[in-house]
C-alpha cells in the first residue's frame, strides 16, 4: 500500500477508485490511484484467477490492466488521472458489450 | 538433466523429415503403428506454418472441383474426435477440438447469391456422398451467432466444421509420438541423404541415420528435398496474417472461416492471402486493416477489443492448392506429404496416411493427389 | 514527412532532437508519456522541486527537459506526447501510431529508437503477490505521485538504482526497513581488475563517490542492510505478507521492491527483425549498431539504454551522435563536421562508460535469477507459466523461446513476453546445457503496443 505526502505534492484530481473518491496528484497515473487508495488487487488473472496489482508502473508487465470509463483492459500505468475518471478493478477476463 | 540429443540408435523402421503439424501427425501414426520412428525437425526459428496457423478444421470450402479433396477432407473431420481422445488419454493435452459446425459470412446480396451458389456446385459434386449445408438467411443467423452487424446478408454454414487448438495439437503429438517411444530430434536439419529402393539414410544434427522408410513432411522445404528422393513437391510460400485479441469471456459458440474464439477465450481473426517469398517478418498494416475491418463488419462488439498480437506466416501451397501425397516410384519406400490444412488434415494424416505408409504403399485412390497431376497439365 | 523521427523522449531521444533541430532537421519526437523526462526524469516538469528528488533529477533533469521546451519553441521539433509507435514499416519509412485522439501515420526520412530501458525481471517464488514491486515502480510513484509505499517496506536485490530509491524514499519520509544485498560474496574481489582497467575507477570517481554517498546516506537514516542473500521468496496469502531466505532468514513485509539492474528493452527493435547480439558482460540482448548507433537497416538507429546500458549522460551521447549521423545521412551536414561536433559528445560517452566494467561485473545478476531453480517459480506472470513447465518444454524438444511459445504461451499474453522472455530462454539454456545466445531471444510481432480492432479498422488510407 502506498501513502501520499500532500506538502510536496498537493492532491488536487478526484478520482474514484471501485465506489471510493480519492484525490490524487495532478501527473499520477490510474495505477497510482489504485496503490493509493489501497486496493487489494487491481484484477484477477483470466488463467488462474490470481489477484495482482501493479508490478512494474511503467508498461511493461500488463499486470495493471483495469477497467477505466467503462473500458476493459486499459494499462492503468499508462493512463494519466483526469477529474471524474472512474477506475474499477477486473475479474478474469473482460466481457464484451454486444449493445455497443 | 534432459538431453534430446545425440540420438542412442541410428537405425529406424521409418524417418519422418519435418515437425510440423504434418510431420508430427504422421510420425504419431506410424509409431502407434508400432513403427519404431524418427522425427527431424529444424530449430526454433524454423519457417513453421504449424506454429502460425488459425486452428481450423475446416471442411466447407474444401475441393470444388476435386471432390477427392472433399472427401479427404471430410474424412479427418470424421477422424478428428478418435485422434482427440486418443491423443488426450495418452499424454493429458487437449487439443481442445471443438465441432460444432461453421459458417461463412456473406455481406451483402452479391457475396450471398454467390456464396449459396458454390455451395450448391460443392452439393452437386459429392453425389452420392453428400454434402449437407444450409444457407441461412441474417434473422435465423443471429440465433447461432450473438451480436452479428447490420451489414451481414447472411451465412453458409455445414455441420462438418470446427477448430482446435494447434499449439495444443503439435505439443500433444509431439508428446505422445515421444511417449510411444519415438525418437524427436530438433535443431536437426536434414543435410545429406542417399536414396536407394527401400534403404535410405539421411545426415542431421551430425549424425547419419538410416530407414526402409523415409516420408518428407518438411513443409515448404520438401521442394528442395523432394528431388533427392524420385520425388516431386513444387509447393511455394503464400503468406497469411492473423490477428488475435485480449481473452474475453465466451461469445461464439461456433467457428466462423475468419474469426473464431479460441478455448481461452481469445478471438482469432483471419485471413489475407499475399505473396511474399519467404518474409514472416514484414507484416503489413494495410492488411491488418482489411482484416479488422471486415472482422467488425461481421460483428461490430469487437470493435472495442484489445489486439495483442498479430503475426504473419507461411502457407505452404502447391499451384492447385491442394495437398500433394506421393510415393516414389523410383525409390519405393520414400514418401511425400504436403497440404495447407495441416490442423483440418491431422486426422487423416495420423489414422489413414501413417497406416498406408506403415504398409509399404498408398492405396490406389490417393493417386490423384500425386504430384504427377502438374507433369500432366503442363504437357497437356 | 519529417527528417527524423524520434521515438522515446527519454535523455537519449531529447539529446538527439535538441541536436538534430540545431541542425535545421524536421523532428518528429514522440512518447508514449504525457511529459518528456523517460524513465529516469519521468514528471520532471511537476515534481521538480520534491525535495525527496532533489539532486541529478531536480537539477539536470529540469534542465535537460527545459532545454527540450526551449527548441519546441525555436522552432523545426513536433513533440506528440501520450503516443505510441505500435507498427513501423521499415522499408517505407512509414510510422503507425495511436494517440489520445486516434490512431495516424507518419512518414519519416529516418528513425532513432530511444526507447530505453526496461528493469531485469526477478522472477523469484511469490513475485507475482500483491504489493511486490520493482524498486522503478516505487521510484515512478514517487515522481508521478508523490507516493512512497507505508508500512514495512524491504527492498531486494542489487545493483545502483537500488541504493538512489532507498536514500529518495529516506528522504520522502519512509526509510526502508531492510535492504537484502544479493550481490555474491567475492563480487567485488572479481569486479576489481574491471574497474582498474583503463583507469575505470579513475575517470568514474564521480559516480563512484556518489555511490558511497548514497549508501552511508540511507544506513544512517536507519535502513538495516543483510548482505550475500540468496534463495529469496516472497511469501502470503493473496498479499505479501513475509520475505524468507536462505539460511533460515525471514521477516514481515508490507511491501517488497526487486531490483536487479536495468536491461535494454528491444521489444521494438526485435519485432523490426534487426540484429541482436547477446551481451555476455551485461547479461542481456542488445541490437547491433556502429558507433553512431546505426543499424544494418538503412532507416533505423538505435540509441540511449535501448543500445546497451550506459546510463542517462551516456544516453544523451549516443543521441546527439546518432543526431549527428542523420544529419549527415540527409546530407545536411558533411562528413568532417560530424566527426568535429561528435568530439565532445565521444569524449562524455567515454567517460560515463569507464566505470561500466566495473559495475557490470559487480552487480552480475546471480544465475538464480536469470533461471530460477524451483519448478514452482512462475517464469511467465501473463499466462502463469512455471520455471519447471519450461524447463518439461525444453526436455520435449523446445530449443528456444519461440518453440516454447507454442507449447506453453509464455510470450503470448499480453506483456507479449516483456516480460518472461530472456528468463524462458535462460531456463531452456540451463536445462539444454547451452549458451543463452544459443537458446535464442522471442521474435515479437506488431501491434508493439495493443490497439483496438476498431482503431485498426479505422486507419486512414494510405
Ligand atoms: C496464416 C495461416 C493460417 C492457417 N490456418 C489454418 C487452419 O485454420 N486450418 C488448417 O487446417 N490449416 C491452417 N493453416 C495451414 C497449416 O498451418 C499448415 O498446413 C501446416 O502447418 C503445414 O504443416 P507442415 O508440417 O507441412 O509444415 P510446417 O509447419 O512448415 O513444418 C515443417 C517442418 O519441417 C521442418 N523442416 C524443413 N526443412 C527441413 C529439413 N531439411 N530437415 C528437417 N526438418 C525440416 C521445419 O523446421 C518445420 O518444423 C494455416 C496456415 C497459415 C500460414
Ligand atoms: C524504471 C526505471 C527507473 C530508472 N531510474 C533511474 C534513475 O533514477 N537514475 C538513473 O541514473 N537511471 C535510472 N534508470 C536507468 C535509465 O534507463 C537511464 O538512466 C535513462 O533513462 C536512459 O535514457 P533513454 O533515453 O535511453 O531511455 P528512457 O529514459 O527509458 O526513455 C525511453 C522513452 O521511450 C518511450 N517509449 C518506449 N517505447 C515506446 C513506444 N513504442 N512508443 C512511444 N514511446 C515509447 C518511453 O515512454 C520512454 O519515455 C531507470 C530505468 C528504469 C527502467
Ligand atoms: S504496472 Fe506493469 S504495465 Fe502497468
Same mark, same amino acid.
Given at each position: 500500500?502506498?501513502?501520499?505526502?500532500?506538502?510536496?505534492?498537493?492532491?488536487?484530481?478526484?478520482?474514484?477508485?471501485?465506489?471510493?473518491?480519492?484525490?490524487?496528484?495532478?501527473?499520477?497515473?490510474?495505477?497510482?490511484?489504485?496503490?493509493?487508495?489501497?486496493?487489494?488487487?487491481?484484477?484477477?488473472?483470466?488463467?488462474?484467477?490470481?489477484?495482482?496489482?501493479?508490478?512494474?508502473?511503467?508498461?511493461?508487465?500488463?499486470?495493471?490492466?483495469?477497467?477505466?470509463?467503462?473500458?476493459?483492459?486499459?494499462?492503468?500505468?499508462?493512463?494519466?488521472?483526469?477529474?471524474?475518471?472512474?477506475?474499477?478493478?477486473?475479474?478474469?477476463?473482460?466481457?464484451?458489450?454486444?449493445?455497443? | 538433466?534432459?538431453?534430446?540429443?545425440?540420438?542412442?540408435?541410428?537405425?529406424? #523402421?521409418?524417418?519422418?523429415?519435418?515437425?510440423?503439424?504434418?510431420?508430427?501427425?504422421?510420425?504419431?501414426?506410424?509409431?502407434?503403428?508400432?513403427?519404431?520412428?524418427?522425427?527431424?525437425?529444424?530449430?526454433?526459428?524454423?519457417?513453421?506454418?504449424?506454429?502460425?496457423?488459425?486452428?481450423?478444421?475446416?471442411?466447407?470450402?474444401?475441393?470444388?472441383?476435386?471432390?477427392?479433396?472433399?472427401?479427404?477432407?471430410?474424412?479427418?473431420?470424421?477422424?478428428?474426435?478418435?485422434?482427440? #481422445?486418443?491423443?488426450?488419454?495418452?499424454?493429458?493435452?487437449?487439443?481442445?477440438?471443438?465441432?460444432?459446425?461453421?459458417?461463412?459470412?456473406?455481406?451483402?446480396?452479391?457475396?450471398?447469391?454467390?456464396?449459396?451458389?458454390?455451395?450448391?456446385?460443392?452439393?452437386?459434386?459429392?453425389?452420392?456422398?453428400?454434402?449437407?449445408?444450409?444457407?441461412?438467411?441474417?434473422?435465423?443467423?443471429?440465433?447461432?451467432?450473438?451480436?452479428?452487424?447490420?451489414?451481414?446478408?447472411?451465412?453458409?454454414?455445414?455441420?462438418?466444421?470446427?477448430?482446435?487448438?494447434?499449439?495444443?495439437?503439435?505439443?500433444?503429438?509431439?508428446?505422445?509420438?515421444?511417449?510411444?517411444?519415438?525418437?524427436?530430434?530438433?535443431?536437426?536439419?536434414? *543435410?545429406?541423404? *542417399?536414396?536407394?529402393?527401400?534403404?535410405?539414410?539421411?545426415?542431421?544434427?551430425?549424425?547419419?541415420?538410416?530407414?526402409?522408410?523415409?516420408?518428407?513432411?518438411?513443409?515448404?522445404?520438401?521442394?528442395?528435398?523432394?528431388?533427392?528422393?524420385?520425388?516431386?513437391?513444387?509447393?511455394?510460400?503464400?503468406?497469411?496474417?492473423?490477428?488475435?485479441?485480449?481473452?474475453?469471456?465466451?461469445?461464439?459458440?461456433?467457428?466462423?472461416?475468419?474469426?473464431?474464439?479460441?478455448?481461452?477465450?481469445?478471438?482469432?481473426?483471419?485471413?489475407?492471402?499475399?505473396?511474399?517469398?519467404?518474409?514472416?517478418?514484414?507484416?503489413?498494416?494495410?492488411?491488418?486493416?482489411?482484416?479488422?475491418?471486415?472482422?467488425?463488419?461481421?460483428?461490430?462488439?469487437?470493435?472495442?477489443?484489445?489486439?495483442?498480437?498479430?503475426?504473419?506466416?507461411?502457407?505452404?501451397?502447391?499451384?492447385?492448392?491442394?495437398?500433394?501425397?506421393?510415393?516414389?516410384?523410383?525409390?519405393?519406400?520414400?514418401?511425400?506429404?504436403?497440404?495447407?490444412?495441416?490442423?483440418?488434415?491431422?486426422?487423416?494424416?495420423?489414422?489413414?496416411?501413417?497406416?498406408?505408409?506403415?504398409?509399404?504403399?498408398?492405396?490406389?485412390?490417393?493417386?490423384?493427389?500425386?504430384?504427377?497431376?502438374? #507433369?500432366?497439365?503442363?504437357?497437356? | 514527412?519529417?527528417?527524423?523521427?524520434?521515438?522515446?523522449?527519454?535523455?537519449?531521444?531529447?539529446?538527439?532532437?535538441?541536436?538534430?533541430?540545431?541542425?535545421?532537421?524536421?523532428?518528429?519526437?514522440?512518447?508514449?508519456?504525457?511529459?518528456?523526462?523517460?524513465?529516469?526524469? %519521468?514528471?520532471?516538469?511537476?515534481?521538480?522541486?520534491?525535495?525527496?528528488?532533489?539532486?541529478?533529477?531536480?537539477? @539536470?533533469?529540469?534542465?535537460?527537459?527545459?532545454?527540450?521546451?526551449?527548441?519546441?519553441?525555436?522552432?523545426?521539433?513536433?513533440? %506528440?506526447?501520450?503516443?505510441?509507435?505500435?507498427?513501423?514499416?521499415?522499408?517505407?519509412?512509414?510510422?503507425?501510431?495511436?494517440?489520445?485522439?486516434?490512431?495516424?501515420?507518419?512518414?519519416?526520412?529516418?528513425?532513432?529508437?530511444?526507447?530505453?530501458?526496461?528493469?531485469?525481471?526477478?522472477?523469484? $517464488?511469490?513475485?507475482?503477490?500483491?504489493?511486490?514491486?520493482?524498486?522503478?515502480?516505487?521510484?515512478?510513484?514517487?515522481?508521478?505521485?508523490?507516493?512512497?509505499?507505508?508500512?514495512?517496506?524491504?527492498?531486494?536485490?542489487?545493483?545502483?538504482?537500488?541504493?538512489?530509491?532507498?536514500?529518495?524514499?529516506?528522504?520522502?519520509?519512509?526509510?526502508?526497513?531492510?535492504?537484502?544485498? +544479493?550481490? $555474491?560474496?567475492?563480487?567485488?574481489?572479481?569486479?576489481?581488475?574491471?574497474?582498474?582497467?583503463?583507469?575505470?575507477?579513475?575517470?568514474?570517481?564521480?559516480?563512484?563517490?556518489?555511490?558511497?554517498?548514497?549508501?552511508?546516506?540511507? %544506513?544512517?537514516?536507519?535502513?538495516?542492510?543483510?548482505?550475500?542473500?540468496?534463495?529469496?521468496?516472497?511469501?502470503?496469502?493473496?498479499?505479501?505478507?513475509?520475505?524468507?531466505?536462505?539460511?533460515?532468514?525471514?521477516?514481515?513485509?508490507?511491501?517488497?521492491?526487486?531490483?536487479?539492474?536495468?536491461?535494454?528493452? +528491444?521489444?521494438?527493435?526485435?519485432?523490426?527483425?534487426?540484429?541482436?547480439?547477446?551481451?555476455?558482460?551485461?547479461?542481456?540482448?542488445?541490437?547491433?549498431?556502429?558507433?553512431?548507433?546505426?543499424?544494418?537497416?538503412?532507416?533505423?538507429?538505435?540509441?540511449? @539504454?535501448?543500445?546497451?546500458?550506459?546510463?542517462?549522460?551516456?544516453?544523451?551521447?549516443?543521441?546527439?551522435?546518432?543526431?549527428? @549521423?542523420?544529419?549527415?545521412?540527409?546530407?545536411?551536414?558533411?562528413?568532417?563536421?560530424? @566527426?568535429?561536433?561528435?568530439?565532445?559528445?565521444?569524449?562524455?560517452?567515454?567517460?560515463?562508460?569507464?566505470?561500466?566494467?566495473?559495475?557490470?561485473?559487480?552487480?552480475? $545478476? =546471480?544465475?538464480?535469477?536469470?533461471?530460477?531453480?524451483?519448478?514452482?517459480?512462475?517464469?511467465?506472470?501473463?499466462?502463469?507459466?512455471?520455471?519447471?513447465?519450461?524447463?518439461?518444454?525444453?526436455?520435449?524438444?523446445?530449443?528456444?523461446?519461440?518453440?516454447?511459445?507454442?507449447?506453453?504461451?509464455?510470450?503470448?499474453?499480453?506483456?507479449?513476453?516483456?516480460?518472461?522472455?530472456?528468463?524462458?530462454?535462460?531456463?531452456?539454456?540451463? =536445462?539444454?546445457?547451452?549458451?543463452?545466445?544459443?537458446?535464442?531471444?522471442?521474435?515479437?510481432?506488431? $501491434?508493439?503496443?495493443?490497439?483496438?480492432?476498431?482503431?485498426?479498422?479505422?486507419?486512414?488510407?494510405?
Amino acid at each position: 500500500m502506498f501513502a501520499q505526502r500532500p506538502d510536496p505534492r498537493p492532491a488536487t484530481v478526484e478520482v474514484f477508485v471501485g465506489d471510493a473518491a480519492l484525490r490524487v496528484p495532478e501527473g499520477s497515473t490510474a495505477a497510482a490511484a489504485v496503490m493509493l487508495a489501497g486496493l487489494p488487487a487491481i484484477r484477477e488473472t483470466p488463467v488462474n484467477g490470481s489477484p495482482r496489482l501493479p508490478y512494474c508502473m511503467m508498461g511493461i508487465c500488463f499486470d495493471c490492466l483495469a477497467e477505466i470509463d467503462g473500458v476493459a483492459n486499459r494499462q492503468a500505468c499508462m493512463v494519466t488521472v483526469r477529474p471524474g475518471m472512474r477506475i474499477a478493478p477486473q475479474h478474469g477476463a473482460r466481457a464484451a458489450r454486444m449493445s455497443a | 538433466m534432459p538431453n534430446p540429443s545425440p540420438a542412442a540408435r541410428t537405425a529406424y #523402421d521409418a524417418i519422418v523429415i519435418g515437425g510440423g503439424l504434418v510431420g508430427a501427425a504422421i510420425g504419431y501414426g506410424l509409431q502407434r503403428q508400432g513403427l519404431a520412428t524418427l522425427l527431424l525437425d529444424e530449430g526454433d526459428i524454423a519457417h513453421r506454418a504449424s506454429r502460425g496457423n488459425f486452428g481450423l478444421i475446416w471442411v466447407q470450402s474444401k475441393g470444388l472441383g476435386n471432390p477427392h479433396y472433399q472427401r479427404w477432407t471430410r474424412g479427418s473431420a470424421e477422424e478428428w474426435p478418435a485422434l482427440a #481422445d486418443d491423443l488426450h488419454t495418452r499424454t493429458g493435452i487437449d487439443p481442445r477440438r471443438h465441432q460444432p459446425g461453421g459458417v461463412t459470412f456473406c455481406l451483402g446480396e452479391e457475396e450471398f447469391a454467390a456464396r449459396g451458389e458454390y455451395m450448391a456446385r460443392m452439393q452437386a459434386e459429392a453425389g452420392n456422398f453428400g454434402f449437407e449445408y444450409r444457407m441461412i438467411r441474417a434473422a435465423e443467423a443471429r440465433d447461432m451467432l450473438p451480436g452479428i452487424g447490420p451489414e451481414v446478408t447472411g451465412v453458409s454454414w455445414t455441420p462438418y466444421d470446427g477448430h482446435a487448438s494447434p499449439l495444443h495439437l503439435l505439443r500433444a503429438l509431439h508428446t505422445g509420438f515421444t511417449g510411444l517411444g519415438g525418437t524427436y530430434l530438433p535443431n536437426a536439419g536434414v *543435410t545429406e541423404s *542417399t536414396a536407394a529402393p527401400g534403404d535410405f539414410s539421411v545426415s542431421a544434427a551430425g549424425q547419419r541415420f538410416t530407414a526402409p522408410r523415409v516420408v518428407l513432411a518438411a513443409g515448404l522445404g520438401n521442394a528442395a528435398l523432394a528431388p533427392r528422393f524420385g520425388l516431386e513437391a513444387p509447393v511455394v510460400p503464400e503468406r497469411g496474417q492473423i490477428l488475435v485479441t485480449e481473452r474475453t469471456q465466451n461469445l461464439l459458440p461456433m467457428p466462423t472461416v475468419s474469426l473464431r474464439q479460441t478455448a481461452e477465450g481469445s478471438l482469432m481473426i483471419g485471413d489475407s492471402k499475399e505473396d511474399a517469398g519467404l518474409d514472416t517478418v514484414t507484416q503489413s498494416p494495410e492488411i491488418m486493416k482489411t482484416m479488422a475491418r471486415r472482422a467488425v463488419r461481421c460483428f461490430p462488439w469487437i470493435a472495442e477489443l484489445n489486439i495483442v498480437r498479430a503475426w504473419s506466416a507461411l502457407r505452404v501451397m502447391a499451384p492447385d492448392g491442394l495437398p500433394i501425397y506421393d510415393q516414389s516410384e523410383r525409390f519405393p519406400g520414400a514418401f511425400t506429404a504436403n497440404c495447407h490444412s495441416g490442423v483440418t488434415l491431422a486426422g487423416t494424416h495420423a489414422n489413414r496416411l501413417a497406416p498406408m505408409i506403415a504398409a509399404g504403399a498408398l492405396v490406389p485412390e490417393m493417386s490423384l493427389f500425386s504430384a504427377r497431376r502438374f #507433369d500432366v497439365r503442363t504437357a497437356a | 514527412m519529417t527528417d527524423l523521427a524520434i521515438i522515446g523522449a527519454g535523455p537519449a531521444g531529447l539529446a538527439a532532437a535538441i541536436e538534430a533541430a540545431s541542425l535545421g532537421l524536421s523532428v518528429t519526437v514522440i512518447d508514449e508519456q504525457p511529459a518528456p523526462g523517460g524513465q529516469i526524469f %519521468r514528471n520532471v516538469e511537476r515534481a521538480s522541486s520534491d525535495p525527496a528528488l532533489a539532486g541529478e533529477y531536480g537539477s @539536470d533533469g529540469a534542465a535537460l527537459v527545459r532545454r527540450f521546451r526551449a527548441a519546441i519553441q525555436a522552432g523545426g521539433i513536433d513533440y %506528440r506526447a501520450s503516443t505510441t509507435l505500435w507498427h513501423l514499416d521499415t522499408v517505407g519509412g512509414v510510422l503507425s501510431l495511436r494517440g489520445e485522439s486516434g490512431t495516424g501515420s507518419l512518414v519519416a526520412q529516418r528513425v532513432l529508437l530511444a526507447t530505453g530501458a526496461q528493469e531485469r525481471p526477478v522472477p523469484i $517464488p511469490g513475485w507475482t503477490l500483491p504489493n511486490v514491486l520493482t524498486a522503478g515502480a516505487a521510484q515512478i510513484l514517487l515522481k508521478q505521485a508523490g507516493a512512497v509505499p507505508r508500512g514495512r517496506t524491504v527492498l531486494a536485490g542489487q545493483g545502483p538504482l537500488l541504493w538512489l530509491l532507498a536514500d529518495q524514499l529516506a528522504k520522502a519520509g519512509a526509510t526502508p526497513a531492510l535492504l537484502l544485498e +544479493t550481490t $555474491p560474496r567475492g563480487a567485488l574481489r572479481q569486479a576489481l581488475p574491471a574497474g582498474l582497467a583503463g583507469a575505470g575507477f579513475w575517470r568514474g570517481r564521480a559516480m563512484l563517490a556518489k555511490g558511497a554517498t548514497l549508501m552511508a546516506a540511507s %544506513r544512517r537514516a536507519g535502513m538495516r542492510v543483510i548482505s550475500h542473500v540468496t534463495g529469496l521468496r516472497a511469501e502470503g496469502e493473496g498479499r505479501l505478507q513475509r520475505i524468507t531466505w536462505d539460511g533460515g532468514g525471514s521477516t514481515e513485509a508490507d511491501t517488497l521492491l526487486l531490483h536487479e539492474g536495468v536491461i535494454p528493452s +528491444t521489444h521494438v527493435s526485435r519485432a523490426l527483425g534487426l540484429p541482436h547480439q547477446w551481451d555476455e558482460t551485461q547479461l542481456c540482448w542488445r541490437p547491433e549498431v556502429d558507433a553512431w548507433g546505426a543499424t544494418p537497416n538503412p532507416l533505423l538507429a538505435v540509441a540511449g @539504454d535501448g543500445a546497451g546500458i550506459g546510463g542517462w549522460q551516456a544516453a544523451t551521447a549516443t543521441g546527439a551522435l546518432a543526431a549527428l @549521423d542523420a544529419a549527415c545521412r540527409l546530407g545536411r551536414l558533411p562528413e568532417h563536421a560530424r @566527426d568535429s561536433r561528435a568530439v565532445p559528445h565521444r569524449h562524455l560517452l567515454r567517460r560515463m562508460l569507464a566505470l561500466r566494467p566495473f559495475l557490470d561485473r559487480l552487480y552480475a $545478476p =546471480a544465475p538464480g535469477v536469470l533461471a530460477p531453480a524451483d519448478d514452482d517459480t512462475i517464469v511467465c506472470r501473463c499466462e502463469e507459466v512455471t520455471a519447471g513447465q519450461v524447463r518439461a518444454a525444453a526436455a520435449l524438444g523446445a530449443t528456444g523461446p519461440n518453440q516454447a511459445k507454442a507449447y506453453l504461451r509464455t510470450g503470448m499474453g499480453p506483456c507479449q513476453g516483456r516480460m518472461c522472455g530472456t528468463t524462458v530462454a535462460a531456463v531452456i539454456a540451463q =536445462a539444454r546445457g547451452i549458451p543463452i545466445a544459443e537458446a535464442g531471444a522471442l521474435r515479437p510481432r506488431a $501491434p508493439f503496443k495493443p490497439i483496438t480492432v476498431g482503431e485498426l479498422a479505422d486507419l486512414p488510407a494510405g
